[in-house]
């Protein structure tokens, strides 16, 4: 296990967790909703809207949710 030995490289290591969730919240999302696979200007307007449709989804019927491991 890594452990950071400055400030800087704290810094690194909660940024890159980070990232890696962020990068696994839109795989989820892609597999969910797939027109966000294809184009990346539809990518950069609408990730609040499907993530409020996955909460909403999420809510109401969870067992209509793809996690990670069924994309």
């Not at 950071?4 to 940024?15: G, T």
């Not at 294809?38 to 969870?62: E, G, R, W």
Request: net charge negative.
């Amino acid at each position: 296990i890594f452990k950071p030995q400055n400030p800087e490289e704290y810094f690194n290591l909660h940024h890159a967790s980070t990232q890696n969730i962020v990068e696994q919240i839109f795989g989820v999302l892609k597999g969910q909703f797939g027109i966000l696979r294809y184009n990346m200007s539809i990518q950069a307007k609408v990730p609040h809207a499907v993530c409020m449709l996955h909460n909403f989804i999420k809510t109401h019927d969870p067992s209509d949710i793809n996690t990670p491991d069924d994309i």
